[in-house]
T-cell receptor, first 116, second 112 residues
Framework: AQKVTQAQTEISVVEKEDVTLDCVYE???????LFWYKQPPSGELVFLIR????DEQNEISGRYSWNFQKSTSSFNFTITASQVVDSAVYFC?????????????WGAGTKLIIKP | DGGITQSPKYLFRKEGQNVTLSCEQN?????MYWYRQDPGQGLRLIYY???????QKGDIAEGYSVSREKKESFPLTVTSAQKNPTAFYLC???????????FGQGTRLTVV
């Protein structure tokens, strides 16, 4: 089965707190990509990161970091010292590396609310 | 600037009418997608196209139609057969060599 699960429907934290968004995936592909996208209130989906399945190195970009654990099929996203501008819906997605039809499998999204 | 342009941003449709949502990209991407998003929900795939003159149904294609006559353009028609068309529609494109999809700003369709 191809599936992406974001169990947290909504998270609310106070500004400057750290917050982790969970993503668990199921895939039949041996090689694949994982993605995170941000959807601010304006509606457009903004690409944040891509991770290849053969590269388990974690990544940090400013206040954002991603933890890829192939053993647990998870690709979690942490925001350090959250800010009000981080408030958005965040989506995790998966695609097979050899998938010729470019189909993305999407999680349901996690709504993140950062309170001032 | 390279990107994906969706128009209009807001669209109102009377019941029984067909409406067409525009999606244009100048990224030279092979693949293009249409998604529907309902309030508080995730993305559901309507149609996608990998090359010109070819497209495939997604999970919720009923009541929708598309065409791909040019690489840059992938318009979506919401037909009168779509009984609940009020939603936010997102168009995306992806390159053959780059797996991530890039999105337009969306069209919010409301039936009045």
């Amino acid at each position: 089965a191809q599936k992406v699960t974001q169990a947290q429907t909504e998270i609310s934290v106070v500004e400057k707190e750290d917050v982790t968004l969970d993503c668990v995936y199921e895939t039949r592909d041996t090689t694949y990509y994982l993605f995170w996208y941000k959807q601010p209130p304006s509606g457009e989906l903004v690409f944040l990161i891509r991770r290849n399945s053969f590269d388990e190195q974690n990544e940090i970009s400013g206040r954002y970091s991603w933890n890829f654990q192939k053993s647990t099929s998870s690709f979690n996203f942490t925001i350090t010292a959250s800010q009000v501008v981080d408030s958005a819906v965040y989506f995790c997605a998966n695609r097979g590396l050899m998938d010729s039809n470019y189909q993305l499998i999407w999680g349901a999204g996690t709504k993140l609310i950062i309170k001032p | 600037d390279g990107g994906i342009t969706q128009s209009p941003k807001y669209l109102f449709r009377k019941e029984g009418q067909n409406v067409t949502l525009s999606c244009e990209q100048n990224l030279n991407h092979d693949a293009m997608y249409w998604y529907r998003q309902d309030p508080g929900q995730g993305l559901r795939l309507i149609y996608y196209s990998q090359i010109v003159n070819d497209f495939q149904k997604g999970d919720i294609a009923e009541g929708y139609s598309v065409s791909r006559e040019k690489k840059e353009s992938f318009p979506l028609t919401v037909t009168s057969a779509q009984k609940n068309p009020t939603a936010f529609y997102l168009c995306a494109s992806a390159a053959g060599t780059g797996p991530e999809a890039f999105f337009g700003q969306g069209t919010r369709l409301t039936v009045v």
